[in-house]
């Protein structure tokens, strides 16, 4: 049996940021974890994380909405993004796995959940960053920019900065039901 302490936040929000990367480099220490997929908008988690994980050895893969989306949300800001990359950082905008592809498109359109909404939705249930770092590994894991890892841990968050983050087998989309999820380190409760 394996026991230990998991971090529930009484909120969401990017108030939790600097708990969940320090929380994520200890877990990754510990587990001999190598690499960190991460969720980011502007670049700014990733720098965030690179502060948190300096002489931890991690690799960070940086994932970013993807571009159809900017214009509603955010791009990523080019000195932020350049700032990461200098620092080791490997960025990737693509389309998003689960919500935000054409499956969304789908339903904006004519109604009715596709499987895929329904399975972030299910996510939902758990915590926004929940389904997000599910689909930033999913993500990261199609570009092939995850090959030949074993465990990872994936950081996301609700809107801006980062609430949780989790440890996870990672798998292509189009082996879904492979990806395992093992551990949650934090979470908004």
């Not at 394996?2 to 936040?9: C, Q, S, T, V």
């Not at 989306?69 to 791009?75: D, N």
């Not at 000195?79 to 499956?103: I, P, S, W, Y």
Request: aromatic content about 8%.
């Amino acid at each position: 049996m394996l026991k230990r302490e998991m971090i529930l936040f009484e909120s969401s929000g990017p108030e939790w940021t600097e708990q969940t990367l320090r929380a994520a480099r200890d877990r990754a220490l510990e587990l001999g974890i190598k690499t960190v997929v991460l969720a980011t908008n502007t670049g700014e988690t990733a720098l965030k994380a690179l502060d948190a994980f300096e002489g931890a050895g991690l690799r960070i893969v940086a994932v970013t909405l993807h571009a159809g989306i900017w214009q509603k949300y955010v791009p990523p800001d080019p000195d932020k993004v350049k700032a990461a990359e200098q620092r080791g950082v490997r960025f990737l905008t693509a389309t998003h796995a689960l919500m935000g592809n054409v499956g969304t498109a789908i339903f904006e359109r004519f109604g009715g959940l596709p499987p895929c909404e329904l399975i972030s939705r299910t996510y939902y249930t758990f915590s926004q960053g929940l389904k997000v770092a599910v689909e930033v590994a999913l993500m990261a894991a199609d570009a092939g920019l995850l090959e030949g890892e074993g465990e990872v841990i994936a950081v996301a968050g609700t809107g801006v900065g980062a609430d949780t983050a989790i440890v996870l087998s990672p798998a292509y989309t189009t082996n879904f039901f492979d990806l395992k999820i093992h551990e949650l380190i934090a979470m908004p409760r």
